[in-house]
């Protein structure tokens, strides 16, 4: 069984920059591909971004291309999301996500969420 804790939300004004830390535990964080997802009120939760194994590959949500940056420390067992320029379109619950496949339509594990809200 593996625990996802998200940490590093907040507010943040329009332009500012945040970043998110997911830490794990219970599993070999290595053997889980990992991403980050977000819902906003009264929206489906959708991709923001995903990373590899090993972290090689990564790939993003058209909306935060160019501003957000997903990385992870294998020794550490922690997925970071750097979130830069952000807008008020990016007010949020982030969730924190791993799957031992790759295979986001159907995820392993989930962390808890942790609010990003960004004023105009």
């Known amino acids: 069984q593996v625990q996802l804790v998200e940490s590093g939300g907040g507010l943040v004004q329009a332009g500012g920059s945040l970043t998110l830390s997911c830490a794990a535990s219970?599993?070999?964080?290595?053997?889980?591909?990992m991403g980050w997802f977000r819902q906003a009120p009264g929206k489906e939760r959708e991709s923001v971004g995903v990373i590899s194994w090993s972290g090689q590959s990564t790939y993003y949500a058209n909306s935060v291309k160019g501003r957000f940056t997903i990385a992870r420390d294998n020794a550490k067992n922690t997925l970071y999301l750097q979130m830069n320029s952000l807008k008020p379109e990016d007010t949020a619950v982030y969730y924190c996500?791993?799957?031992?496949?790759?295979?986001?339509?159907?995820?392993?594990?989930w962390g808890q969420g942790t609010l990003v809200t960004v004023s105009s």
């Open positions: 996500a791993a799957d031992r496949r790759g295979d986001w339509g159907k995820v392993d594990y």
């Open positions: 219970g599993g070999t964080f290595s053997s889980y591909a």
